[in-house]
């Protein structure tokens, strides 16, 4: 089954302790990318990866950390979180990048979320 | 800049009845228009686009959204609301302009399908 699979799906925590919540998909999609959800702002996009080794920041990229090593994974790494980054966060991908006009077109799929608290 | 407005935080609608979910956007150039739906516990799960063409797009179970470049709107609908269409839904836009740029989504529209 194509999907985008992410993990934990739930993670309390507490600030200054680094984690990292992993996510793969299974679809051979070249973009990839992290977006949080919070309460009356919508999806807001962190980084994204245009390919393998090729990552660059979204909208709110402090206090988070991407790599890109290799095509199926994209992990989310939060070096020393603190309360603000408690939120709900995705993961999508998409088959082309949107860097290609001809590609501007393609959906992201999604994964289920990591539910993230950070006390 | 890109943005996009969903100016109903909620919509109420009973079974049976037409339900429209309002979005519209603002980009320098041409959009493309997407429309997301969310589950409980869910991640977000593509229901259309607008490229070009037919201003009435259909898509994922039963639903459409007419594109109105006028009034810069793409409004989600369907004929006949189903208790099982009660969602968080999502609009999104992208400039094709603007190489590399990001999917800009609204702020969501929870839609509650009364029985």
């Known amino acids: 089954e194509a999907q985008v699979t992410q993990n934990p799906r739930y993670l309390i925590t507490v600030t200054g302790k680094k984690l990292t919540v992993t996510c793969s998909q299974n679809?051979?999609?070249?973009?990839m990318s992290w977006y949080r959800q919070d309460p009356g702002l919508g999806l807001r996009q962190i980084y994204y990866s245009m390919n393998v080794e090729v990552t660059d920041k979204g909208d709110v990229p402090e206090g988070y950390k991407v790599s890109r090593k290799e095509k199926r994974n994209f992990p989310l790494i939060l070096e020393s979180p603190s309360p603000n980054q408690t939120s709900l966060y995705f993961c999508?991908?998409?088959?082309?990048?949107?860097?290609?006009?001809?590609?501007?077109?393609?959906?992201?799929?999604f994964g289920n979320g990591t539910r993230l608290t950070v006390t | 800049a890109q943005s996009v407005a969903q100016p109903e935080d909620q919509v109420n609608v009973a079974e049976g009845n037409p339900l429209t979910v309002k979005c519209t956007y603002s980009v320098s150039g041409n959009p493309y228009l997407f429309w997301y739906v969310q589950y409980p516990n869910r991640g977000l799960q593509f229901l259309l686009k607008y490229i070009t063409g037919d201003n009435l797009v259909k898509g994922s179970y039963g639903f459409e959204a007419e594109f109105n470049k006028s009034q810069t709107s793409f409004h989600l609908k369907k004929p006949s609301a189903l208790v099982s269409d009660s969602a968080l839904y999502f609009c999104a836009v992208r400039d094709i302009r603007q190489a590399g740029t990001a999917l800009i989504f609204g702020k969501g529209t929870t839609l509650s399908v009364s029985s």
């Open positions: 999508a991908s998409s088959l082309t990048s949107p860097s290609r006009q001809s590609s501007y077109n393609s959906p992201l799929h």
């Open positions: 679809m051979n999609h070249e973009y």
